[in-house]
């Protein structure tokens, strides 16, 4: 069985929420759609690191990032 290609696809994420959620599990290149119009400067914030949100990401080793997820994940 092939690995999901993450290029072509888009990803629902209306809520600020969904937007980490995405942005950390498949990183600052991923695309989501359904981003309220007020919302963009906020999501493109989260891609790099810049909110509190997703900071830790950029801190810590993508190592430490990985274990972190895992151990949300449960």
Do not use: C, K, Y
């Amino acid at each position: 069985m092939h690995p999901l290609a993450l290029h072509p696809l888009i990803w629902e994420a209306p809520t600020a929420e969904g937007q980490e959620l995405f942005i950390r599990r498949f990183g600052p290149n991923v695309n989501v759609g359904n981003i309220a119009s007020t919302e963009h400067v906020p999501v493109e914030g989260l891609r790099p690191g810049l909110r509190g949100d997703t900071f830790r990401m950029v801190v810590h080793q993508p190592a430490q990032t990985e274990r972190m997820l895992e151990a949300e994940a449960g």
